[in-house]
């Protein structure tokens, strides 16, 4: 990482909740993935939430819980409602709050829907969000989100060949018990391989997707 000094994070003092990062990180994938239906419904999006790929930890969120959410996420200028004549609809306004360009956006939605990756986790599942030429280009925006204390490299765990990534939207202490749960699970037990993980995600979109299109031609028939 560059020796200059970072530029503190406006969530060093104020860290968004597991609910929040999880909100967030969704609506930035599916404006990526699934464009023709963003901005996103609650239900849509509550959907995302709770994909059982893709996703670490796995959540089981509800409406109102969700809404409340967004609703935090929206005084902090990094949502926003967009009121419809048949339903209202969430969109993220990070890359503005934050000023991100589009590849560091990505890899911080990576980074709060599946936890701490390497960089060729990263290059890897972010194939159909942002075309990254290689990991050095992700290694050179990553020590960029670095300096403004929004992503951090960690220390290497016992096992690990390779280094890690986290963003630091979140609780400290959440990503601590994260890493613990991670370091206790048996690697045999760790799910799919990325592969595998990548196809059902992309089924999972495509359900989602259509899910949507069904909501809006059941509103019209109203």
Excluded at 15 to 24: K, M
Excluded at 162 to 176: F, K, M, N, S, V
Excluded at 199 to 210: S, Y
Aim: aromatic fraction near 2%; hydrophobic fraction near 40%; charge should be negative.
């Amino acid at each position: 990482m560059s020796e200059s000094s970072p530029t503190p994070s406006p969530f060093a003092d104020a860290p968004l909740s597991a609910v929040e990062v999880r909100a967030l990180g969704c609506l930035i994938e599916k404006q990526a993935t699934t464009p023709e239906s963003y901005p996103l419904t609650l239900n849509a999006l509550q959907l995302a939430c709770n994909q059982k790929t893709s996703r670490e930890p796995l959540m089981n969120l509800h409406p109102g819980e969700l809404a409340q959410a967004l609703r935090s996420l929206e005084q902090r200028g990094l949502t926003r409602l967009v009121m419809g004549s048949r339903a209202d609809r969430w969109e993220q306004r990070a890359d503005k709050q934050l000023e991100l360009v589009h590849a560091q956006l990505i890899l911080l939605a990576l980074l709060m829907l599946r936890g701490p990756q390497t960089l060729g986790e990263l290059f890897a599942r972010s194939a159909r969000l942002h075309a990254f030429d290689d990991q050095e280009e992700v290694r050179h925006h990553l020590e960029r989100l670095a300096m403004r204390e929004l992503a951090c490299q960690l220390p290497r765990q016992s096992g690990q060949r390779e280094e890690r990534y986290a963003h630091q939207l979140g609780d400290p202490a959440e990503l601590e018990s994260l890493l613990a749960a991670r370091a206790e699970e048996p690697a045999a037990s760790r799910g799919a391989s990325s592969a595998q993980e990548e196809r059902i995600a992309a089924l999972e979109e495509r359900l989602a997707e259509l899910e949507a299109r069904l909501a809006r031609l059941e509103a019209s028939a109203d």
